[in-house]
Every structure is written in C-alpha cells, then in structure tokens.
C-alpha cells in the first residue's frame, strides 16, 4: 500500500508540473520607433556638398538588447520582462538617423559605415539614456552626444550633447514608448539643425583636379 501510494503522490505531482509548464504563457510585447519616409519635395535650404558616413551608435549593454528599461531617481534601474523593443535601440536609433539625414536632401551623399563607401565626414554617436524615469511626474529621458570627425585627418570637428525629459501623457508602458519616439524624433531634428548649421559656417572645399 505505501508504495502504491508513493507512486500515486509522485503520479499527481509530475502532472501538476506539467500542467503548470505547460500552462499560456504570458506574451511579449513588441515596441519600434517611428522610421520616417522618403521625402519627394526639394529641400527647404541649400545642399551641402559633403559625403556623411554614419557610425554605429554604442552604449552600455542595457540599450545594446532589446529589453525597455526603466529608472528612478535614485541611480536605479531595471528592465521589463514582456514589454521590449523590436531591435536593440542603438540599432533603432541609428537607422532612424540615417534615415532623417537622407530624406532631408541637405547633404550630397549620407551612407552607412558598413555600406564600405568613401565619406568625407564621420559622424558618431554615444546612447547614454533611453528610458523610463519614475518620480513625481513619470519622464522618458533621451541623453545622446554627437561627434564629427574628418575622414582624412581623424580630427574631431564638432560635437554636439542632447538631453530631454518628454514627459509621458499615460503610466503605462506604451505611453513610454510614445514619448521616448516623440524625444528621439526631437533628438534628430536638433542633430540636424546643428549639423547644418556647422557646414554652413565651415563651407567645404572642393576637391583638387587629378593631376
């Protein structure tokens, strides 16, 4: 009788793990930032007769995956288990800009370092914070820094630093998401304008006839 017993303890114990195992798991959700079109209408201003390369944007290893992370004000931080980004956002970020930078007409030519094309210009980009900030009003807070480099030279040229508190309509993690495209669109628009802004005041030199 006791190892009947046993046996059956075991029976219902082996099934309630496989039923539990086997139970719906709860489904990720998955987030992306707003890529923008194409744009078919001549450029609001003059074009600058450069060749961009854009460089991979790096950061610590929490924006390098695709968990959506959240912090206080007390150097804290965390990650979501089920809400995450469609792509690392080092990776969004970076394909949103290239993007924005091309559609925007204003530069000759605007390429990818991986695209093995020749630039005259390299530009780069430090993530420094991508998150969720709780408080007394609940922020999604972008830090970005820029830097331009001369292919030629190595030299640094410019540099640009960016951060912003959007803060966020809804506490929930979509209304996060939101705010966080709504500050990296802000992020790009500001890059750009300085960007322009630089070439404008530093006119680049045509280059010397092949000899």
């Known amino acids: 009788m006791k190892i ?3 046996r059956a303890v075991a029976l219902l114990l082996l099934c309630a793990g496989l039923s539990a ?9 998955y987030y992306e930032l707003t890529v923008p079109r194409e744009k078919e209408t001549d450029p609001p ?3 600058y007769e450069v060749r961009l390369l854009l460089g991979p944007i790096v950061a610590s290893h929490l924006y390098r995956e695709d968990h959506i992370v959240y912090g206080t004000t007390t150097e ?4 979501y288990e089920y809400e995450r ?3 690392p956002p080092t990776e969004m970020i970076h394909e949103v800009l290239l993007r924005e930078l091309r ?5 000759r030519e605007v390429h990818g370092v991986r695209s093995n094309l020749n630039g005259d210009y390299l530009l780069l980009g430090r993530l420094y914070d991508f998150k969720e900030m709780t408080g007394a009003q609940l922020m999604a807070r972008l830090t970005i ?3 331009l480099r001369d292919v030629k030279t190595g030299t640094t040229l410019w540099q640009h630093f960016y951060s912003y508190d959007e803060p966020v309509d809804h506490k929930n993690v979509a209304a996060v998401v939101a705010a966080l495209d709504q500050n990296v669109q802000r992020s790009i628009a500001d890059c750009q304008a300085n960007l322009e802004q630089y070439f404008a005041s530093h006119p680049s030199k045509p280059d010397a006839p092949a000899q």
């Open 4 to 6: 009947g017993y046993r």
């Open 145 to 147: 820094g820029y830097e």
């Open 45 to 47: 201003g003059p074009v």
């Open 76 to 79: 804290q931080m965390g990650t």
């Open 21 to 29: 195992g086997c139970g719906a798991a709860r489904p990720a959700r």
């Open 103 to 107: 559609a925007s007409g204003r530069f």
């Open 85 to 87: 980004w469609a792509e």
